[in-house]
């Protein structure tokens, strides 16, 4: 029989013959080693949409209203993050973060509207 040794650690396996380390300490150590890119970068995007959600929540209350380009990227708006762009039959291109999106409009304007 074969001495398995943990991934992680070194340390010998005890128990079932399909375990592949030594501890569910060494196993998460190992993982988040393994997706320490991946979370990084996931965790990076996802603060981007969620500030971007928060500033078209705090500056659409009603629903629906505009704003200026300018006003967006000075309260840090990141117009390169989002989750959803539709282009509707009429050509009007939305761009959402999850429910709340906005539309480009003439002039540097910006309307901002929530998803029904």
């Known amino acids: ?6 991934p992680e650690c070194g340390e010998k ?17 190992y993982n988040n080693k393994q997706n320490k890119d991946i979370s990084n970068l996931m965790r990076k995007i996802n603060n981007h949409l ?3 959600y928060r500033i078209l ?7 629906k209203s505009k704003i ?3 006003k967006m990227e000075a309260l840090g708006f990141d ?6 762009m539709i ?7 939305y761009y959402f973060i999850y429910d709340k999106g906005y539309k480009f409009l003439d ?5 901002m509207v929530n998803k029904q």
């Open 1 to 6: 029989m074969e001495t398995l040794t943990c």
């Open 13 to 29: 396996i005890v128990g079932r013959s399909d375990k592949k380390f030594c501890s569910d300490a060494c196993r998460n150590a």
């Open 50 to 52: 969620r500030k971007n």
């Open 57 to 63: 929540t705090e500056q659409n209350p009603e629903g």
């Open 68 to 70: 200026t380009r300018a």
């Open 79 to 84: 117009f390169d993050h989002i989750t959803q």
């Open 87 to 93: 282009t509707y039959k009429n050509g009007s291109q």
């Open 107 to 111: 002039q540097d304007w910006i309307l």
